[in-house]
């Protein structure tokens, strides 16, 4: 209680608003640099694993990179596997999501695993075949989804340079994926590159999720290659153009010296979309 006259004192998670006591949530700043934190884990392990490879880095040298030292490294992740699960779920569903942006799709998570191809890859490995990275992945069998323990690795989708939202042509559509695609793979050349020699690392369950993922991303191609071309191929077949578009584009950047990014875009659209519409 409070005397008469006397304003109420407020208690730790509340500030004052005109008399009233208004709940401020504590420990924001705190969460913000939490996930600054793990959002540079994440970054520097992409770098490193790029570098060395999974089995040539550890805990320690990823904290280091990320400037978070000793037992803290383990307030943000449980393992090497959960940080390698988070950097390759997450850029499979950005991929996804920026795909069905601007080649059309549900939102990332609304459907399941469609296709047996991935993204992110342009040589054979485990499984069928992915679209990041060269190493190929079988058709997953549950819904995609993250650990609960894995840090978020939240990034920017890529701009493209082709407005598809104001025409249904095929080829604008396609010229769309391909601009995307090409900007995606130039901004993960690390990622692309861990995904290549270190999928089979993953747990069970990201591995699966990944696979999820990047299946449904190379369904929007196949959708755009059927809208343009209609009966003239099987669905195998246009999942063979796509697939042999994601591995000329993902093959380049990371091997790319001496030639400046926007040259190597312009030439990466032009070969992709001569090989993808041969």
């Known amino acids: 209680m409070t005397r008469a006259n006397e304003k109420p ?49 550890t805990l320690g040298d990823i904290g280091e990179a990320a400037g978070v030292s000793g037992p803290a490294v383990y307030r943000h992740v449980s393992s090497k596997q959960a940080l390698l699960g988070a950097i390759l779920v997450d850029v499979s569903a950005r991929l996804l999501q920026g795909g069905r942006a601007v080649g059309g799709g549900p939102a990332v998570g609304g459907a399941p695993a469609l296709g047996d191809a991935p993204a992110l890859g342009d040589a054979p490995a485990v499984g069928d075949a992915p679209a990041l990275g060269d190493a190929p992945a079988a058709p997953g069998d549950g819904p995609a989804r993250r650990r609960a323990d894995a840090p978020s690795a939240a990034g920017e989708i890529p701009r493209t340079d082709t407005d598809v939202h104001t025409t249904d042509d095929p080829d604008t559509v396609l010229r769309a994926l391909v601009d995307f695609h090409v900007a995606f793979a130039l901004a993960e ?37 059927a809208a343009r071309d209609g009966d003239a191929e099987s669905p195998a077949e246009r999942r063979v153009r796509a ?30 979309l001569a090989a ?3």
Request: hydrophobic fraction near 50%; include cysteine.
């Open 9 to 57: 004192t407020a208690v730790a998670g509340e500030a004052r608003t005109h008399g009233a006591a208004v709940r401020v949530p504590v420990g924001t700043a705190r969460d913000r640099a939490k996930a600054d934190r793990r959002a540079a884990l994440l970054a520097a392990a992409a770098r490193l694993f790029a570098e060395r490879g999974f089995d040539g880095v």
């Open 189 to 225: 050349a690390d990622v692309i590159r861990v995904q290549d020699r270190d999928l089979d690392r993953l747990s069970p369950d990201d591995r699966r999720a990944v696979r999820d993922l990047q299946n449904a991303y190379v369904s929007v191609w196949t959708a755009a290659l």
């Open 243 to 272: 697939l042999a578009c994601f591995g000329l584009i993902n093959s380049t950047p990371h091997s790319v010296r001496g030639v400046p990014a926007p040259r190597v875009r312009l030439t990466l659209i032009r070969m992709a």
């Open 276 to 278: 993808l519409t041969a």
